[in-house]
């Protein structure tokens, strides 16, 4: 098989398994409620982030989102309309701003297929790649003249206009050119760019490794929020730098990122929706977009790290800290002309402070189910739940890192902390008429004889 028919096979492959899985898809789980909550709120970030917009400017950028093509979490659909966006922002508002409430109901028509049978869109994306200029009308008329379908699958010309534009088959033939612009935030903490850098070898635990270096800038500024190298370029790494940025200089409205599995994944989706930012992923293959975060990433080479001379990771951050501070913070800018420092400081009164409790925001969340004998299992460990929430499916809320609190949460309403498991204590409790619990330690001392009546038996053989 030529290279380019295997692609293409692959292609048509993987797209007639989407179309097959949602086929067979007729109920959501609770994380894809989540993912589908994330999205919306992603939508409407615009509308709800706090920022004070005329009524011209928010029709504005309501016909722009409704006008763009979106790539919907678990849907057929490309599109928004102007009500359903009304609606979001309505639900999030009328809710406190809570994340939930964009989470969608069940359907009205569960358990019907709203897609086209698999032979039939593996015979119109092959057909598609036959005649990428035809239009859709007439590759319904190629499939029937080729009886490739039948009067039973015919598909409708919505239909196949819907399915081309997801899978982005709709213009094979044309590569219009792409319409690349500067841009700048108008104020400090209005958009946050981040990514990762890969530094150099230094001693971490005892050998020699690369490090990585997770920067947030502060795209109006240009101030570094927090910059720090780490011994890998994971979720938990980046979601430390954050949390550092977070606390040092207030909360952003959007936050701009990669598309590498750490930007990807769901627990940072839920912690930056949660907290009222908007997660921007850039286009694969496209850096052109983070031009400002690369830019600083190729001062870091240039500048700092050609006059390093540590050997370990402590000595490359402490290095590090200082020349952001002392030396980049503190000299005028290219772009701006300013001092990073100076500029972010100038419009302080419009920043966002961090909540106290923010480390709660960073929690993981997890779904169990209690068992009869009030327990629930996470990473490895025995906890016991409350009486009242046996048989329920419960959400638990915990840091990796400190697995002795687990907050237990059931319909958006907090029970306490979970207790561990003490299977010694357990076999102690004795439970009453109304089955209430009650611990008994001490020894009866009123049964218990010790050696008396084998003293008294012992009498008795003597007499």
């Known amino acids: 098989m030529h290279p380019t028919e295997a692609c293409h ?83 999030y508002k009328n809710s406190n701003t809570t994340l939930k409430s964009l989470s969608p109901g069940t359907r009205a028509d569960k358990g019907k297929s709203r897609c086209m049978d698999e032979e039939t869109c593996l015979a119109l994306a092959n057909l598609r790649y036959q005649m990428p200029k035809a239009t859709a009308r007439h590759l319904i008329a190629t499939m029937e003249k080729r009886r490739l379908v039948t009067a039973a699958t015919m598909p409708s010309l919505s239909s196949v206009y819907r399915f081309l534009h997801q899978h982005r088959l709709m213009h094979l033939a ?72 977070l606390l040092k200089r207030g909360l952003p409205r959007k936050l701009y990122v990669d598309n590498g599995p750490a930007f990807r994944s769901r627990h940072l989706q839920q912690v930056t929706a949660s907290l009222g930012i908007a997660l921007i992923h850039s286009k694969p293959y496209t850096p ?95 906890f016991e739940a409350p009486v009242n929430l046996i048989g329920y499916q419960v959400e638990l809320l915990y840091h990796a890192d400190n697995i002795s609190r687990v907050e237990v949460f059931y319909q958006n309403e907090s029970y ?11 076999c102690r409790v004795k439970r009453d008429k109304n089955r209430n619990a009650d611990i008994s330690i001490d020894i009866d001392k009123k049964r218990y004889q010790g050696g008396s009546l084998l003293n008294l038996k012992r009498k008795k053989t003597d007499g």
């Open 174 to 245: 044309a590569q219009k050119p792409v319409d690349r612009r500067k841009f700048e935030a108008e104020l400090p903490n209005d958009l946050w760019q981040s990514d990762v850098m890969h530094g150099p070898r230094v001693e971490i635990d005892g050998r020699k490794r690369k490090s990585y270096l997770i920067a947030l800038l502060d795209d109006h500024s240009r101030l570094i929020l927090h910059g720090q190298f780490y011994p890998n370029e994971q979720l938990q790494s980046y979601l430390h730098s954050l949390k550092h940025a």
């Open 416 to 426: 306490g902390f979970l207790r561990p498991v003490d299977l010694h204590i357990n």
């Open 288 to 382: 052109q977009g983070r031009g400002k975060i690369e830019r600083f990433f190729r001062t870091v080479r240039t500048d700092f790290i050609t006059g390093f001379i540590g050997k370990t990771l402590a000595e490359l951050n402490e290095a590090f800290d200082l020349w952001t501070n002392e030396i980049y913070h503190q000299r005028k800018h290219g772009a701006t002309g300013q001092k990073p420092f100076q500029r972010f400081t100038a419009n302080m009164q419009c920043l966002r402070v961090a909540p106290k409790n923010l480390k709660d925001y960073f929690r993981q969340t997890v779904r169990r189910r209690v068992a009869k004998d009030r327990t629930v299992t996470l990473m490895g460990h025995l």
């Open 9 to 91: 096979f692959l292609i048509l492959l993987s797209v007639v398994q989407g179309v097959k899985i949602s086929e067979r898809r007729f109920f959501m789980t609770e994380d894809e409620k989540m993912q589908l909550a994330i999205f919306r709120f992603s939508v409407i970030s615009d509308f709800v982030n706090g920022s004070q917009i005329d009524r011209k400017e928010k029709q504005r950028l309501v016909q722009q989102k409704c006008a763009r093509k979106w790539n919907i979490p678990f849907s057929t659909r490309t599109s928004i309309s102007e009500s359903t966006l009304y609606r979001w922002i309505r639900l």
